[in-house]
């Protein structure tokens, strides 16, 4: 950006994809694959309006007064609650209520790390934690996860200030982390003490199996009595039910979370306690299960109507692996002469909209592929954005 | 705090008085004199009630979905028609939604400090931005504004990253910046360039008089059209209607905007939607002012209980200047001996719970005065409580 004043140097560095993204939506006839936004109609509306009524009119000092800064006591048991079973022991102490899920990684920059601290983290990274890490001027060390090879968790993590993973459909690769992987970086987390973030806002989103164990629980396996490991797992109701209530949470061990109490009285004190008490109820009555099956049945028909649409017409120019869940298709172009950055701004000249994937890599060297969503938008309009990305990308290897 | 953990450096440092402060609040019989708390029975509960339903079924992609990183579009035209008149002339483009005027604080400190920046503070200064600048590790120029001596506001501003001043009834002191020193500060600011931080969270709370202007209509006097000055102004609604709905607002040249829109993307993404409705609503339909009257009825007649309750029991012990609004009472104790960090302990066996003054320096070395909160407490407690102050302050003199 330019300007006169003398801002922060990590300003002169930062990406503007977001932006694009958002700005994108409010071009006439832009279809949007960029984004990572849930399909509105799911929203069961009345119930939430009924739920922010009551919040504030039979418990108003809740709703509206302060919070705690670590949330309302009883949304954090209300969430501690949902992740208990027989391994998994947790209690409110091990919760912090946080501003979404984007909170929560801002949080964990500001307790983890001073200037140019190491952060291993998978490759390629969700640029949400890369924006929320850019003031602190972090190194990192790329895990990627992909592939035959055998993963060495140990030596990712060895020295790195935390780790950094999606095991549930990364964003942007859609990658489902297999079990031996899981288990690997919970052995090394444990090993190491390095602690290790499982960023989870698509954990229930499966739309072909059942899920996978969370590294939380792998970890919590190994211990007796309330939670004190290295797995530091991020919870959002972003995606499993709406994003505007900006409702996060973090599980831990109590130490951490004391220490992203006193990082989050810096940042605004406290999350909104009518947001919070909507959280809560939604929990309680069941509100998340209730629109789950409806939210998966559309996500699912997407995916495979994007898939669909990309093999009838992306095959030649582009190769992926069709996601098991999550909101994501990640592809990389075949011909080494496409630039995906270059390609985002043809595709929008052609009326689609995409991730470049050089957003996702701390370096931005990574330009030879974009991530696509699959979520937002109807059958009709994946097959025309679909279309539209191929003439978009022929334009452009014609002009190279 | 103690952990094993390798936590960033600046955690070793912090205060944690406001964390006392909200434990006060569950400690029985505790009369907590010590936050900056509001009085909730003004808050039309029922009126909030009914625009939050509305929002959430009446425009529920706005209240549930993503907003813009930089708020709902209406909400900033509101907040800068408020602003408006015929020398202040702002568009949405000098707006920035903020989740609490705390978030203001943080990205502040985001957008222009890199470490050890040195920040142009109004001493005694507001703990929370200490607590907001901490992580960046920030020296401090502390600028004393009370007392006989004209202010050197340009030697004070002269190649500081920002000025922070909080010119009604400051936080701590109670402090009113005056006419002649707001202009010198405007002045300053303008011949600098530097940036200088209007914080005004109690503008709304004169108890005596008429407002003196704003240092941002001082500043946008001096030029033509949309503001582009060096004023970065901040509101917040916690303190004029409700805390629990986290709104609160920067008011800035539009490059400053930007870059703090840059920096909140990386914070939460997005303030509540619900929550922005709903502020929308309450400035729309003068809710703020309709419950100022009342507020300021019921602060006006605490602040004089609370300053004759001191009158009466603590002229011997403390110094004060009866404040003329906000929030709270600013007391140095005569007797040199008395250390209100060990006060406020002595004061906590007592039953009452104060601020020391070791919170509001960025050195910690200030331990001579206190600050008592008048909104909070009814007659009876207030005057109970400062009885019991007296009490403490003469056992803890006994015992030094």
Known sequence: MISKRPFAKWLGDTNEVTRIFLAAGEIPDMINLAGGLPEPSVWPADIIADMAYKAVLENTEEALAYSPIEGLPRLRDVIAERYNNN???????????????????????????DEGGLIAGQFPTYLGALDAWRPRKPSYRPMHLEGNKKFDAHAALEGAKFGYIVPNFSNPSGFLVPLETRKSFVDAAHATGTLLIEDDPYGTLYLDGPPLPRLLDLSAKRQI?????????????????????????????????????????????????????????????????????????????RRDVLCDAMEANLSELFQWTKPQGGMFVWAQAIDPRIDTNLLLHTAMDCGVCVSPSSAFDPSGANKNSIRINFTLNEPDKLNVGIKRLATATRRLLAES
């Open 87 to 113: 391994e998994t022991k947790l209690t409110r102490d091990n919760v912090l209520v946080t501003t979404g899920g984007m909170q929560a990684l801002d949080l964990l920059g500001k307790i983890m790390l």
């Open 225 to 301: 009595g309330p939670y004190d490991g290295p797995i530091v797992y991020l919870g959002t109701l972003s995606k499993m039910l709406v994003p505007g209530l900006r409702i996060g949470w973090v599980i831990g061990a109590p130490d951490v979370i004391t220490a992203l109490t006193l990082a989050k009285q810096g940042s605004d004190i406290c999350t909104s306690g009518l947001c919070q008490k909507i959280a809560q109820e939604a929990f309680s009555q069941g509100l998340i299960e209730d629109i789950l099956a409806p939210t998966l049945s559309i996500y699912k028909t």
